[in-house]
Structure formats: C-alpha cells, structure tokens
C-alpha cells in the first residue's frame, strides 16, 4: 500500500508554508489499483504530475463530504474520462466508482443536469456511463481481493470517515471531523490514521474541527500507532513542532504532518 499526499492544506492557501498546501487528496495504490480519497481543486493536475492516466485512473472515488474543497475536480475528471488524452478524441473511458455520504446521487445530478450552463456534459458526453455512484453510512462499503473498505460517520456536515485495510495493515482517513469518538472504533488499532489538524490549539480552534490535544484523546481511545496530520490551516504555520510535541506528551503514537506529495507505504 503506498500513500501519496496531493492535498493537505484547507480552504485558505498559504504561500508562506515550507511545503505547498493545496485542498484535500490523498492517492492510495495497491498493485495496479489507484483509489482517491476526496478531490479537492488541483487534484487533477497533480495525477498528471505523477504521470496517471485519468481517463483510467483513479479506479475508486471515496468522498468524506461535498464541501468543495475536498470535491471540486470531481468536475473536471468525470469530463476528462470521455477524452483520449493522447489524440484527444471524445470516447467513454473506464467508468468510475464513486462512494460518498447519503445525498451523493442528488448531487451527482444537480452538477452534471441541473446546471444549465453544464448539462451538455449529461447530453452529449452522458455522465451516467462514466459514474457509479453510492451512497454510504457506515460499515463495510466495498470488498476486493486485495483491500476492504469500511466507513463511518463524523461529526462535520454528513461527513464520513474511512478504514482501508490490505494484506494486514490498515490505513484510516478522518477527512473533516470535530470531536467524535465514532472514528476511534472505526481506526481501533490502526497502522496509520490520517486525521485532520485544522487549529493549533484549543484557544483557535473554531468550527467543527480538531487541535492537538482533542486528536491526542481520540489517539489513546482508538489505541492509533501512528498519525498522520494533514488539512492544516495557516494559522498552523510555525508551530507544527509544538503540535507535534502536544500530542507525544499525551500519546504514545508516532506523529508526523503530511505536506503535499508527501509519500508513505504501509
């Protein structure tokens, strides 16, 4: 299982980081197969940069929720799905499977049908041929020889969390989330939990979101061995050491922040 990071900063950018922060994606890739975990703007451009095929890949679509930082270039890599990226010709390319929060078929239809000024995408390159949408809660979603994938919901806007397990390790992704204890049940012994650290602390935090020391708790409850930080926002800028160090004082977990192309196997 390999992990890359293209997205894991929030909606604010921020020029000033060391490492560039675009909007949420995470790539996962086991044998031959690409599975995307949400699709924040720019996710396209950088499948490109590592040279994926998007009228193939990714195989499996897994959205946490419809906020548009973590689904915007759903738009662009359905449309791209009908073209030959090498001759540019119009076809039907592998259709793609798409799992999200109850709601996803609605809104499926509203982008491709229900916006007049994109509804030739339904009329004459028919979105439907190229997307199998379905809508999730919570348990095991989608099984294949190699992987399973379970879920669970989160307290942010109809959000969804994620479990992928494969050949005997497990990697879990928070997508947005405030304090919820659902995702230590769901992440219980998990190699690796992606969890999102929007603030740096409780004085800043605002919304439903998470900073160290919640992530800490959520960490010992879920017995996490390692986690991976990402949805960063600039505030977080300059004390990614002292997020780091709240939460080892207050866990025995491994901790690290994700940045954009950051890559991980398991």
Known sequence: MRITFLGTGSIIPNPKARYMRSYSSILIEIGGEKLLFDIGPGTLTKLHTLKINTQIHPDFLFLTHYHIDHTLD????????????????IGIGKPLKVFGPPGLKRWNKDI????????????????????????IK?????????????CCAIDHDNGIAFRLDSNGKSFV?????????????LGKNAD??????????????????????????????GNFKSIILTHLYPIVHGKE??????????????VSIAHDFKTSAL
């Not at 759903?74 to 010709?89: E, G, M």
């Not at 992704?173 to 049940?185: L, N, T």
């Not at 002292?242 to 491994?254: G, V, Y």
């Open 74 to 89: 759903y738009i662009p890599l359905v449309k791209s799905r009908h073209f030959n990226q090498k001759t540019c010709d």
């Open 112 to 135: 491709f049908h229900n916006v007049r000024e994109w509804d030739y995408m339904s009329k004459e390159l028919n979105y439907r041929e190229v997307t199998n949408c379905t809508e």
């Open 138 to 150: 919570t348990g095991t979603i989608t099984t294949t020889k190699n992987w399973k994938v379970s």
């Open 173 to 185: 992704y928070s997508g947005d989330m405030g304090y919820d204890e659902r995702i230590c049940k």
């Open 192 to 221: 690796v939990v992606v969890i999102e650290c929007s603030f740096p602390d409780k004085k800043s935090l605002n919304g439903k979101h998470l900073e160290p020391e919640l992530i800490a708790n959520l960490a010992k409850i």
């Open 241 to 254: 050491k002292s997020i780091i160090k709240t939460i080892q004082e207050l866990t025995d977990c491994k």
